[in-house]
């Protein structure tokens, strides 16, 4: 069945850095839409990357310039690299898959979700 994982996750100060990956399983990224949603308490939640089956990337207007996703077909795994972390990206970050598309990724429903993994950024 399809399993999505997400791990990385942690407390930085303001300015620092941190890596989450997503290893799925139970079908090919390269034949899906895959994205990262982050949802703080008392909001909704944002979708903050959206990678397509030629990993191509679109991202929040909140984030561009900083984080940066990636995928690694033969292995799997979903990434997500940010940089200059800001406090209002404390949230709970959460890889997503989309297996009815592979491409116009950017919104729309996603079927399948990780566990999440918490980003506590400090200033």
């Known amino acids: 069945q399809v399993q999505l994982q997400e791990s990385g996750g942690g407390s930085v100060q303001a300015g620092g850095s941190l890596r989450l990956s997503c290893a799925a399983s139970?079908?090919?990224?390269?034949?899906?839409?895959m994205a990262w949603f982050r949802q703080a308490p008392g909001k909704e939640r944002e979708g903050v990357a959206f990678?397509?089956?030629?990993?191509?990337?679109t991202y929040a207007d909140s984030v561009k310039g900083r984080f940066s996703g990636s995928k690694d077909n033969a292995k799997s795994t979903l990434y997500l690299q940010m940089n200059n972390l800001k406090p209002e990206d404390t949230a709970m970050y959460y890889c997503?898959?989309?297996?009815?598309?592979?491409?116009?990724?950017?919104?729309?429903?996603?079927?399948?979700w990780g566990q999440g993994t918490q980003v506590t950024v400090s200033s």
């Open positions: 997503a898959a989309d297996l009815d598309r592979f491409t116009f990724c950017s919104g729309g429903d996603y079927g399948y």
């Open positions: 139970g079908f090919s990224l390269s034949r899906a839409c």
């Open positions: 990678i397509n089956r030629d990993g191509f990337i």
